[in-house]
């Protein structure tokens, strides 16, 4: 039965211009954010990951969101613990602390550095409607410490949250870093922040031997009705003096290529923070989000020592339940001759590596 709170919930989703959202989003004659040179992944128009699939068509992506079963979530799930983070984390020393959904902070050689932050109630562009938050952050906003730099991998608003954004900007004034287009998106929000784009396969020299490269990754983009694909999506790679850290907030696995070509360019990668959330149903999801099968693949081809998996327990974008990714993740890994390398923290969890 399509009652008037799921076409409510419905509406949320297509409105938070999410990866489920995105497919109903006709592209303007021209684009919203960006003007650039057309390159092997970008028509002019739109950004484009070459030889991925085409959108689902909006008679798909209604069927699902209208009649397609959806698990049942908890309104509220308390974390065990709020992490307290120190100041600062010399030296070569790694100090990993998992806020919630796809937002980490990175202590290393004396920065701070966070992964798509968001401390908003909703991943969405309203505050009564959209997907709501479920766990509360694993940080407090005010215990942050002094952020240097912000990394966001691409505009849906489970990852581009401009209110953290403000209160990040107006505090610390943090470099921050994203992928073509999404800067005039972040400016139109707050108007003197000041932000570096970045296009795939390029880097940001931070000193202090820390360097950001921006991968590509398989995936899409779109703020409202009119700008699918307008803005750059991408992983980011930090090379630091005691590790490397791969960041990837959203993709599908596709053919492998994806992280068989980090792995070529990034070898010996020493955490890979890895998507295992947002999945179901499959018929829908897969060109855009890995499952944890896909994600412990992932993780083989890319070589890499740890795997941390985030973007699941904090707002219910698709079907699966609560806890079901890190079942499915268990049950992946044993598969494959099990690991205890593959780590799903709660939020306030913290991993350290010593360089």
């Known amino acids: 039965m399509v009652t008037r709170r799921r076409v409510l919930k419905v509406f949320g989703t297509l409105a938070a211009g999410t990866a489920v959202g995105a497919a109903l989003f006709a592209p303007r004659p021209a684009n919203a954010y960006y003007a650039g040179p057309i390159s092997d992944h970008f028509d002019g128009t739109e950004f484009y990951y070459p030889g991925a699939p085409k959108p689902k068509a909006l008679g ?182 005691g590790s490397r850290v791969l960041f990837i907030g959203d993709t599908g696995f596709g053919d492998g290529r994806t992280f068989r070509d980090i792995a070529a360019r990034h070898p010996r990668v020493a955490m890979a923070l890895l998507p295992i959330g947002a999945y179901e149903p499959r018929w829908f999801m897969s060109d855009q989000h890995m499952n944890p099968d896909e994600a412990v693949r992932a993780f083989e081809l890319l070589g890499a020592e740890r795997a941390v998996g985030h973007h699941w327990g904090a707002f219910q974008l698709t079907a699966e339940g609560f806890e079901q990714p890190v079942q499915d993740l268990a049950q992946a890994l044993a598969r494959n001759g099990g690991t205890s390398s593959f780590l799903t923290p709660r939020p306030g969890e913290v991993i350290e590596l010593t360089g």
Not at 65 to 90: E, Y
Not at 93 to 117: C, E, K, M
Not at 196 to 223: F, I
Request: hydrophobic residues 45%; neutral net charge.
């Open 60 to 241: 798909d992506l209604l069927r699902w969101q209208m009649f397609d079963p959806k698990a049942t979530w908890p309104v509220a799930v308390d974390v065990p613990r709020l992490d307290v983070p120190p100041r600062r984390v010399d030296g070569r020393a790694v100090r990993l602390s998992y806020v919630g959904h796809a937002s980490f902070l990175l202590q290393t050689a004396g920065r701070n550095i966070l992964f798509d932050p968001v401390w908003s109630e909703r991943a969405s562009p309203f505050s009564f409607v959209g997907p709501r938050r479920v766990t509360p952050p694993g940080i407090a906003f005010e215990a942050l410490p002094p952020i240097d730099l912000v990394l966001v991998t691409h505009n849906h608003y489970d990852h581009l949250d401009v209110a953290t954004l403000g209160r990040l900007w107006q505090r610390d004034r943090p470099r921050v870093v994203t992928p073509l287009g999404n800067d005039t998106i972040m400016r139109n929000a707050v108007p003197d922040l000041v932000a570096e784009t970045v296009d795939w396969h390029q880097s940001v020299d931070l000193g202090g031997g820390l360097v950001v490269h921006a991968e590509p990754c398989q995936h899409w983009s779109a703020r409202g009705l009119r700008d699918r694909r307008h803005a750059l999506w991408a992983a980011f790679l930090v090379e630091a003096p």
